[in-house]
């Protein structure tokens, strides 16, 4: 950009982050949406948890296989903590949406392919390797409205039916599930550079983000292939316990983020290559 | 310094060969119409011209810019304008939201007045437009910003004649402002009401440069007529009259020799019907560059859809 500027001075248009701020306005609904919708469910099961009797928990723990509640993180169900991070965290979270986010990656590039909208992008003065990071980082705006939005909503409803939860313990929670979704999204990213028709790209992620997390839940038991769980992104993020007691390794979500780098840098490599 | 300047340029598809050594240039303040019929290379040309392919051998410049140089590229996109064949916008925005957006992008000084010309509904959202309101808002988004060079594929499919005028019209005045035009069609009429100049593309190969003048010469015209009488022979005679085809109810074929003498031999038979038309593209290349080109013409390269 400086090169321009020099060899002519009366340029002005040095377009920042354009494509980020036109992104994210285009998310703002449906961030909204989501947002409340979140909220209203994180509402409905605060609601649950305070009609159910004690003795009621122990009953649905012994009535589950230990795979499940393994699965689902559901050992204390019976506290507002366990019971918020088996019915929300574990399931609409880590599972939910991660998918949700890799899912939206996926169809970020090849949509624009197919509806031939990426041949106007690309008669911008822009390079493609900015157009796909400011793509990228307009996610951003749901993954971080979402966890300020539905963790402040939580909050207040676990207090409106008498029950306490350590506010630092649900905001490292959702914090900590933002490089979690990152990384989905980024899976769904590469996915979207890589494949031509986004139906094809969207689905795929779909599919990869749900076998990861089986493959984390599956081989969680067995201790030959317990190996096999660190390739799964969900390893590196146990809402749960973040709740109960606050523990959490902070080498997993280094891991997640040195892992969503990489998968930038992938799809870096295959937009830059690719012919549109 | 050329405006753009393509050398040898080639790109393959694997199974197909879209576009085969091609080399042009276009000089700058020209209208310069790329002609071919469907699938000849023109839209792979284009793409190849804006960076969204790389050829396989071969090279161009843009605006002094190397195609095959993304940073010099991009300093160049700044002073070009594009309208792609197929326009792709957001559906859900409206007309207003996606020209906020390129005027932030690459300016927008001439867009206000540029809406003066063209209407697309901006204030509607984009699912909502027809494809004359999509061509539109296209040709706004390509021009606002007032770049030297536009380029455009296939520019007024979709506009309804009254505005495939209008827009013949801008073209002229953007070129006396010194703009320099590079447009692709398969429409022969619309390339000879606004271009300078015209390369023809057949097969992914550059079959003919010319003046548009000396094009529509030797294109000819197509005459259709119907007669009462036995004609095909007495027509076949004259000079200049090429690829007589007869049909049950009349005969058709291409005259490229002098009106009068067409309209003399015409008065010595009972026409029933007539029609003298632009040939299709086809057909010139059927007079131009021989039957068997023509044939090869028509042949389709997936890749340009």
């Known amino acids: 950009m400086g090169k321009l500027v020099q060899s002519n001075p009366t340029e002005r248009w040095n377009p920042m982050l354009e494509t980020l701020k036109y992104e994210m306005s285009r998310r703002l609904r449906g961030t909204t949406i989501l947002t409340v919708g979140l909220g209203l469910y994180v509402a409905f099961i605060v609601w649950y948890f305070s009609l159910l009797e004690p003795s009621a928990f122990e009953e649905v723990l012994q009535s589950l296989p230990p795979a499940m509640s393994d699965a689902f993180g559901m050992q204390a169900i019976g506290t507002i903590e366990g019971f918020l991070g088996g019915q929300i965290y574990t399931f609409v ?20 392919i197919e509806s031939d909208r990426m041949d106007l992008l690309l008669s911008f003065p822009v390079a493609r390797s900015r157009l796909l990071t400011e793509k990228f980082a307009a996610l951003l705006l749901p993954i971080v409205a979402l966890n300020v939005g539905v963790g402040v909503a939580t909050y207040g409803l676990v207090l409106s039916i008498g ?100 998968l930038l840098v992938v799809s870096q490599v295959l937009f830059q290559r690719r012919d549109i | 310094m050329p405006t753009i300047e393509v050398n040898d340029l080639t790109k393959d598809y694997g199974s197909v060969r879209a576009v085969d050594s091609l080399s042009f240039t276009v ?6 119409g790329f002609l071919g019929p469907n ?140 703009k320099t035009l590079f447009f692709s069609s398969h ?23 010319e003046d548009v003048d000396t094009l529509l010469q030797q294109g000819g015209k197509r005459v259709q007529i119907r007669t009462t009488d036995e004609a095909s022979g007495d027509f076949a005679e004259l000079d200049g009259v090429i690829d007589m085809q007869t049909f049950a109810d009349g005969i058709q074929f291409i005259y490229t020799g002098e009106y009068n003498t067409l309209l003399g031999e015409l008065a010595t038979h009972d026409v029933r019907e007539i029609e003298i038309s632009e040939p299709p593209l086809e057909d010139i290349f059927m007079h131009y560059y021989g039957k068997a080109g023509a044939v090869e013409s028509d042949r389709e390269v997936e890749s340009d859809a």
């Open chain 1, 93 to 112: 979270w880590l599972l939910a949406l991660g998918i949700y986010f890799a899912y939206t990656a996926a169809g970020l590039i090849a949509t624009d």
């Open chain 2, 187 to 209: 429409v022969l009429s619309e390339v000879r009401r606004v271009c300078d100049r015209v390369g023809i593309l057949r097969g992914g190969e550059l079959v003919g440069l």
């Open chain 2, 27 to 32: 000089e700058s303040g020209e209208v310069f």
């Open chain 1, 163 to 262: 029950e306490t939860i350590d506010p630092t313990h649900l905001a490292l929670a959702h914090l900590l599930s933002i490089p979690y979704l990152l990384v989905c999204a980024a899976i769904g990213l590469v996915l979207s550079v890589l494949v031509d028709r986004a139906a094809v790209a969207e689905r795929a992620a779909i599919g990869l983000i749900f076998l990861l997390w089986l493959v984390e839940s599956a081989v969680g038991a067995a201790e030959d292939f317990a190996w096999i769980q660190n390739i799964s992104p969900t390893h590196y993020y146990s809402p749960t316990p973040v709740l109960i007691d606050g523990s959490y390794e902070l080498l997993d979500s280094g891991i997640l983020l040195a892992a969503c780098l990489a």
């Open chain 2, 39 to 178: 699938g000849a290379g023109k839209t792979t040309t284009i793409r190849s011209l804006l960076g969204l392919l790389k050829p396989t051998a071969g090279t161009a410049t843009v605006l002094g810019a190397d195609v095959h140089d993304e940073d010099a590229l991009i300093d160049a996109k700044r002073r070009i304008g594009y309208l792609p064949a197929h326009l792709g916008f957001d559906e859900e925005a409206t007309g207003t939201d996606v020209l906020d957006y390129h005027e932030s992008v690459k300016g927008g000084s001439r867009r206000d007045e540029l809406l003066e010309i063209f209407t697309p509904p901006v204030e509607r959202p984009i699912r909502e437009y027809s494809t004359g309101n999509r061509r539109m808002l296209g040709i706004v988004q390509a021009f606002m910003h007032d770049p030297e060079l536009v380029i455009m594929d296939e520019p007024t499919s979709g506009l309804d004649p009254l505005k495939q005028e209008e827009f013949n019209e801008f073209v002229r005045s953007e070129r006396e402002r010194g």
